[in-house]
């Protein structure tokens, strides 16, 4: 377990990302983390939005991308039905696991193996 590691939350400020003002946001500050440290534990805090477009999912998956190949990961927590549905639709829930709430994304992020105990 990587106890000692510091997890990273970013608190998606936007009730949905779909506006270009929204993207550009989301991107630059995600863009920003996995620049800066691509070992970064990111837990993404989605518990205020309610709606995200494909180019949001696509900046999701890039800054995945960045933070895999450097040895970090990202888990999501407090998303809704909705977007749920749109993560498990395009098979990015199998990339970025969802958990409930804030202490689970930094218990799974810690975990050696990805597993909540």
């Known amino acids: 377990m990587r106890s000692d590691a510091?997890?990273?939350v970013f608190c998606v400020?936007?009730?949905?990302?779909?506006?270009?003002?929204?993207?550009?946001?989301?991107d630059s500050e995600l863009t920003a983390i996995a620049d800066k440290d691509p070992s970064a534990l990111l837990?993404?805090?989605?518990?205020?939005?309610?709606h995200i477009s494909s180019r949001a999912l696509g900046i999701l998956a890039v800054t995945r991308k960045k933070l895999n190949k450097g040895g970090g990961r990202i888990v999501l927590f407090g998303t809704n039905?909705?977007?749920?549905?749109?993560m498990k639709v395009t098979h990015l829930d199998t990339l970025m696991p969802m958990v409930e709430d804030r202490t689970k994304a930094e218990e799974l992020l810690r975990a050696e193996d990805g597993t909540v105990r």
């Open 6 to 8: 510091t997890v990273i």
């Open 13 to 26: 400020p936007f009730s949905s990302i779909v506006r270009d003002e929204e993207l550009e946001r989301f």
């Open 43 to 50: 837990a993404i805090d989605f518990s205020q939005t309610f």
């Open 81 to 86: 039905p909705a977007i749920e549905k749109v």
